[in-house]
Structure formats: structure tokens, C-alpha cells
């Protein structure tokens, strides 16, 4: 975890005009429709937009987007999900993904299962409740391929509604570049999504 002192920087006008030109989100959900998401899995299973948000219920499945794939980034988004629920936001996954396949930042603040929101499922695991049932929250992920100490690795920094959590450092670079996508896990899970933006990151 980087615990922050940071340090005071003076820029000039041209320098703020170039940061800002550098770090610009692109929106991946246009609040009214699914145009460039598509849905993997069931028949029976749900993805719709309500009142400006994407709402996922049904059998298992994913919602993915089909822009990318994306290597190094920053990734933000709101989610909400239900008392009981289960769903997931996935990252360097394939355009045509199961469960098993790309990295899953959780989201569960009350299911059976006990590995909560914050997260890196199967790599890094948080089990307090850090967001209640049926309350939105930012999740912030930024990805990036790096070398440490001669080693090439994957960087993935984790954060929850401000406060980062944890810098996971994953040596075996287990998934390539690849896409978003959200999960729907079961039909007692009831997911919804607001925002969903990428700010695409140098090599």
C-alpha cells in the first residue's frame, strides 16, 4: 500500500494545459443505451439500462465491452450492488469470457462468499465490508506492464471510493490486453452500473 506524503509541484500554465490534454477519460457508457457492450452467456440472463444505469440480473453471464483491447490504463466505475449479491468487474478479459477468464476486482458486500469488495479475486483477497449492501461506490484499477528489480511484472492498483487499498504486484502477467466487462453472477444478485470510463496509459 503507498501511504501518501505528497510532495508540492509548481507548473507553469503550459504544463497544466499538457497534463490535462494527457489524463482524459473516455467514456464507455453513454447513459441511455448498451451501444458497445455485449452480452456473454445465458439466454435467461439480464443487462438493460433504467433511468441512466445498466442493471444486471438474471442467470450468469457478462456484459462486455467491445472497444480495446486495452493494455496499460486507468479504469473507474460506479457500482451498486444488492444485499446478498455477487458481480464483478473485469479487466484484461477476452471478448468472449467466462468466470475463469481475466482479472475480477469484486464486488460482494454480504454474499455466501466471504471475498469481499477491494478484492483481486484469486490474486489478492479483502474480507471486511468496506461498502454496504445497496450503496454506490467508486472502484479505480490502474494497470501497468513494468519491470521490477530486472523482473518484467503487472502492476494493478486497487481503489475503493478514494482510498487505495493495495498495489498487487503480479510477476507471472497472468492476463494479457484485453477488454472490460462486468459480471452477473446468479440470479439472487442484482447489479447496477452508472459510470464506466478508461484513461488509456503510455507503454
Not at 60 to 69: E, F, I, K, R, Y
Request: hydrophobic residues 30%.
Amino acid at each position: 500500500m503507498w501511504v501518501g506524503l505528497t510532495p508540492a509541484i509548481t507548473t507553469s500554465a503550459d504544463d497544466s494545459a499538457s497534463s490535462s490534454s494527457e489524463e482524459s477519460w473516455t467514456t464507455l457508457f453513454d447513459g441511455k443505451t448498451l451501444e458497445g457492450w455485449e452480452k456473454v452467456g445465458r439466454d435467461d440472463s439480464h443487462w438493460e439500462v433504467e433511468d441512466g444505469v445498466i442493471k444486471g440480473t438474471g442467470r450468469p453471464s457478462m456484459l462486455v465491452n467491445t472497444s480495446g483491447p486495452y493494455k496499460n490504463f486507468r479504469y473507474r466505475c460506479e457500482v451498486k450492488i444488492n444485499d446478498g449479491g455477487n458481480s464483478g468487474v473485469y479487466f484484461r478479459t477476452t471478448r468472449k469470457p467466462g468466470f475463469m477468464d481475466g482479472y475480477e476486482a469484486q464486488v460482494d458486500s454480504t454474499h455466501t462468499d466471504p471475498i469481499r469488495t477491494g478484492s483481486l479475486y484469486g490474486f489478492c483477497h479483502v474480507y471486511p465490508q468496506l461498502v454496504k449492501p445497496d450503496t454506490w461506490f467508486t472502484y479505480e484499477i490502474e494497470v501497468k506492464e513494468d519491470n521490477w528489480r530486472g523482473r518484467d511484472m503487472l502492476r494493478i492498483k486497487i481503489t475503493v471510493d478514494g482510498n487505495e487499498l493495495y498495489e498487487y504486484m503480479d510477476f507471472e502477467k497472468t492476463y494479457g490486453p484485453g477488454h472490460f466487462a462486468f459480471q452477473q453472477h446468479d440470479p439472487g444478485s442484482v447489479v447496477h452500473i452508472r459510470k464506466a470510463e478508461v484513461m488509456p496509459l503510455a507503454d
